[in-house]
């Protein structure tokens, strides 16, 4: 089944603590990209990656790393989280970016930083 | 900078009312244009989507969207609504030949049964 998967679909973390947020897609999809979305602001593209060690910063990259070094993988990485981390955060894969594609989102990642 | 704007937070509409929510976006060039749903507790998922051609774009579930050029408008329609159309509905622009989205803030839609 072509999926998106995320994990830890759950968590509860406290500042500071390092935390990473896997994404995987099992479609071979070029492009991934991360999401953050809080109530009345929608989604915001964190960061988004084209293809295997090809990554660049969304609208709100700040306090958030990646890494595309396989091209199923891209996990979100917290340096050190804060509570204006808190938020739900989906993970998205599309074929390319050619007009045509669909983006397919996976169930999203709530993270809550005390 | 561009953005996408869903002017109607929440929506309450009893079952079989039409429903139309607005989207409009700044963008001066070639846009393309998406409908999300997000059924509680779920994923997002694509209800339509236009690139070129024909304005008027269906999609699944009776769902239907117009481009309006001139309006900078992809507002989403369903004559008739149902209980299980109760979810968030997100708009979203794509400028051709970057990979960047950028999503309005949603509406909320609630279906009276």
């Given at each position: 089944e072509?999926?998106?998967?995320?994990n830890p679909?759950?968590?509860?973390?406290?500042?500071?603590k390092?935390?990473?947020?896997?994404?995987s897609?099992?479609?071979?999809?070029?492009?991934?990209?991360?999401?953050?979305q809080?109530?009345?602001?929608?989604?915001?593209q964190?960061?988004?990656?084209?293809?295997?060690?090809a990554?660049?910063k969304g609208?709100?990259?700040?306090?958030?790393?990646?890494s595309r070094?396989?091209?199923?993988?891209?996990?979100?990485i917290l340096?050190s989280?804060?509570?204006?981390?808190?938020?739900?955060?989906?993970?998205a894969?599309?074929?390319?970016?050619r007009?045509?594609?669909?983006?397919?989102?996976?169930?999203?990642?709530?993270l809550?930083?005390? | 900078?561009?953005?996408?704007?869903?002017?109607?937070?929440?929506?309450?509409?009893?079952?079989a009312?039409s429903l139309?929510?607005?989207?409009?976006?700044?963008?001066g060039g070639?846009?393309?244009l998406?409908?999300?749903v997000?059924y509680?507790?779920?994923?997002?998922?694509l209800?339509?989507?236009?690139?070129?051609?024909d304005?008027l774009?269906?999609?699944?579930?009776?769902?239907?969207?117009e481009?309006?050029?001139?309006?900078?408008?992809?507002?989403?329609?369903?004559p008739s609504?149902?209980?299980?159309?109760?979810?968030?509905?997100?708009?979203a622009?794509?400028?051709?030949?970057?990979y960047k989205y950028?999503?309005?803030?949603?509406?909320?839609?609630?279906?009276?049964?």
């Amino acid at each position: 089944e072509a999926q998106v998967t995320q994990n830890p679909r759950y968590l509860i973390t406290v500042t500071g603590k390092k935390l990473t947020v896997t994404c995987s897609q099992n479609m071979n999809h070029e492009y991934m990209s991360w999401y953050r979305q809080d109530p009345g602001l929608g989604l915001r593209q964190i960061y988004y990656s084209m293809n295997v060690e090809a990554t660049d910063k969304g609208d709100v990259p700040e306090g958030y790393k990646v890494s595309r070094k396989e091209k199923r993988n891209f996990p979100l990485i917290l340096e050190s989280p804060s509570p204006n981390q808190t938020s739900l955060y989906f993970c998205a894969s599309s074929p390319t970016m050619r007009p045509g594609n669909t983006i397919y989102f996976g169930e999203g990642s709530w993270l809550t930083v005390v | 900078a561009q953005s996408v704007s869903q002017h109607n937070h929440h929506v309450i509409l009893s079952e079989a009312a039409s429903l139309e929510l607005g989207c409009n976006y700044s963008y001066g060039g070639t846009v393309n244009l998406f409908w999300y749903v997000q059924y509680p507790g779920q994923h997002l998922q694509l209800l339509l989507k236009y690139f070129s051609g024909d304005p008027l774009v269906k999609g699944i579930k009776g769902f239907e969207a117009e481009f309006i050029k001139s309006k900078f408008s992809f507002n989403l329609r369903k004559p008739s609504v149902q209980w299980s159309d109760t979810a968030e509905y997100f708009c979203a622009v794509n400028l051709p030949g970057t990979y960047k989205y950028i999503f309005g803030t949603g509406t909320r839609l609630k279906v009276l049964a």
